[in-house]
């Protein structure tokens, strides 16, 4: 029986999906009739929602893939093309926060929220063209940040590659329109949103013992936002949606901020 939905039929693979926003987008790709591949580091997760999808009767598989591993790109990749003929759909959403001031960080912290944050998107960026060719086109959504829009202290590394992940897209949007590929590439830029990338801050300890306590740590943030409140992940999630399905078929080589006014 053939799916309906605002993504009916098309292939998506999401990275970062054990969690947050990556989680939450590929639950709704499923709602709207994608067949989707859940990936994460932790490969057992996603395999709890990849079946969670598969109970409401929509196509799911799951698989470890860690985004900084050139070989695991191409073996994920290539079990997509042997599951379902190829890829249209690319969600690079997978990523870490990090704080450190600058003189405190050592090269391997950079190099770590780099090889994450930014090469992990350069190597789905890579891997998934060809096999968006094999298929005639494709989407590609990348993750950057608010924080790659306005700098914050203390989060170089973290501003540094989300700043460099929106540029990165508008020069592949470039590359494949010049190629005729198809293929159209634009990034989402989250504001505040309600996930675990939060609480795993070494300084929310410190944030939540200052105001008293995790929800009053919550709060003190929203109250920085003019709609003041965090996003759900569902709300960035709509936002990709809209990337990935047809609606958006003019739309390359642009940004979607979401972020309750932060930015304005
Ligand atoms: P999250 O911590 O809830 O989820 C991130 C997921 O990425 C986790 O499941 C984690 O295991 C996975 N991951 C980490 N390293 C990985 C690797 N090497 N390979 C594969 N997976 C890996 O975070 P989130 O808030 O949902 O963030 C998702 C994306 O949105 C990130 O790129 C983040 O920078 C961006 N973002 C988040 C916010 C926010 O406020 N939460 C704001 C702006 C941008």
């Keep these: 029986m053939s799916k309906s939905g605002r993504v009916a039929g098309k292939i998506a693979l999401v990275t970062g999906a054990a969690s947050g926003i990556g989680k939450a987008t590929a639950q709704l790709l499923a709602k709207e ?44 990749i290539e079990k997509i093309c042997q599951t379902w003929n190829c890829l249209d759909i690319l969600v690079n959403n997978a990523g870490i926060s990090f704080a450190k001031p600058v003189t405190e960080m050592s090269l391997t912290e950079w190099r770590q929220v780099i090889a994450i944050n930014l090469d992990g998107v350069f190597l789905g960026t890579k891997s998934a063209i060809p096999a968006m060719r094999k298929t005639g086109g494709g989407s590609i959504i990348n993750l ?8 914050s202290a203390n989060a170089s590394a973290y501003c540094a590659s989300k700043a460099a992940v929106r540029l990165f897209s508008q020069a592949i949007a470039l590359e494949c329109a010049q190629n005729n590929d198809n293929i159209r590439v634009n990034t989402v830029v989250p504001g505040a949103v309600a996930t675990p990338m939060w609480k795993n801050q070494a300084w929310w300890a410190d944030l939540e013992a200052k105001v008293g306590g995790e929800s009053q740590a919550w709060e003190s943030i929203a109250a920085t936002i003019p709609l003041k409140r965090f996003a759900q992940p569902e709300e960035v999630g ?20 979401i972020d309750g006014g932060y930015l304005a």
């Design 144 to 151: 950057s940040s608010a924080s790659g829009i306005k700098a």
């Design 33 to 76: 009739g994608a067949k989707v591949a859940l990936t994460d580091l932790d490969g057992e997760k996603v395999a709890t929602t990849a079946k969670e999808i598969a109970d409401t009767e929509n196509e799911a598989i799951a698989f470890a893939l860690d985004v900084t591993s050139a070989a695991a790109w191409e073996s994920g």
């Design 238 to 257: 709509l936002a990709i949606l809209y990337l990935a399905s047809d609606e958006s078929s003019y739309v390359t080589g642009a940004e979607i901020v």
